[in-house]
């Protein structure tokens, strides 16, 4: 499944932000959603395959730059303020 490694990536960096770089306590529901959102993502593929596909890059890149929670910043503003110390 061609869509499952975006979509995995994207819980992981989305609790790593919160967990690892903005020392928050761990948000259970962020790895069980992914799992679901994982499996829906895989059943879909059957469906449509290049465009389950586009679609989890493109909850990847955006997962990137927005913020999920208003309280923490998205993993590109967290990288940009590291980079300025």
């Not at 960096?13 to 903005?22: C, E, S």
């Not at 059957?46 to 923490?72: C, K, M, Q, Y």
Request: aromatic content about 8%.
């Amino acid at each position: 499944m061609r869509s499952t490694g975006p979509i995995l990536a994207t819980g992981a960096i989305t609790l790593g932000n919160k967990v690892i770089v903005h020392s928050q306590p761990m948000d259970w529901k962020i790895p069980v959603m992914t799992g679901i959102a994982a499996g829906i993502f895989a059943i879909a593929e059957h469906a449509w395959a290049e465009g389950t596909v586009a679609l989890s890059w493109l909850v990847l890149v955006s997962v990137l730059f927005v913020r999920i929670d208003p309280n923490t910043p998205a993993p590109v503003e967290s990288f940009v303020t590291w980079l300025n110390g």
